[in-house]
T-cell receptor, first 114, second 110 residues
């Protein structure tokens, strides 16, 4: 009965490929996020959607495109994968707007680009 | 440009003793701070938070202290237990986004 789930957990692919990571939350939250944890272990926000509307779009290459078909899902599509995209990607969700008390994180997707 | 800093990458503490994890921040606009705990191969889980209008918040064995003038917060775990061994991230809100520190890996030894 996972609150925030991500698929796949591991993703190994070649440079130049296009891949997607899916995220689903069953908490009824309004806001969802994508974070990237790089090799230096920094966790950085990439995108945030509130009620299917994009509210945060950090300096991320436009090869990365989030898609929110409904409030419970926020998928991350990555085109033309590069070596530097290798990282762990975490999806999260929270109820409401800024400075919400708690963001709930998924287990992460480890992406390895060869 | 790291606005939340955790300068100790690791900490080892004996079971039953106090663990103190430190965090510094540079942005004086931050007004809400959180600590997250992360086990390997799992996502971060919320532990405790503090608003800038307070200087202390306690939840069981966990207490967070905030020193606004020093732009410093700390997490105290008393008594430490082996199950507390994990990476602890300090975070602060900037709008909707959480700004995370790099984390401190805590090892509690029996």
């Amino acid at each position: 009965d996972t609150a925030v789930s991500q698929t796949p957990k591991y993703l190994v692919t070649q440079m130049g490929n296009d891949k997607s990571i899916k995220c689903e939350q069953n908490l009824g939250h309004d806001t969802m996020y994508w974070y990237k944890q790089d090799s230096k272990k920094f966790l950085k926000i990439m995108f945030s959607y509130n009620n299917k509307e994009l509210i945060i779009n950090e300096t991320v290459p436009n090869r990365f495109s989030p898609k929110s078909p409904d409030k419970a899902h926020l998928n991350l599509h990555i085109n033309s994968l590069e070596l530097g995209d290798s990282a762990v990607y975490f999806c999260a969700s929270s109820q409401g707007g800024p400075r919400t008390d708690t963001q709930y994180f998924g287990p992460g997707t480890r992406l390895t680009v060869l | 440009d790291q606005q939340v800093k955790q300068n100790s990458p690791s900490l080892s503490v004996q079971e039953g003793r106090i663990s103190i994890l430190n965090c510094d921040y540079t942005n004086s606009m931050f007004d809400y701070f959180l600590w997250y705990k992360k086990y390997p191969a799992e996502g971060p889980t919320f532990l405790i938070s503090i608003s800038s209008i307070k200087d202390k918040n306690e939840d069981g064995r966990f207490t967070v202290f905030l020193n606004k003038s020093a732009k410093h917060l700390s997490l105290h775990i008393v008594p430490s237990q082996p199950g507390d061994s994990a990476v602890y991230f300090c975070a602060a809100y900037s709008g909707y986004a959480l700004n995370f520190g790099k984390g401190t890996s805590l090892l509690v030894t029996p």
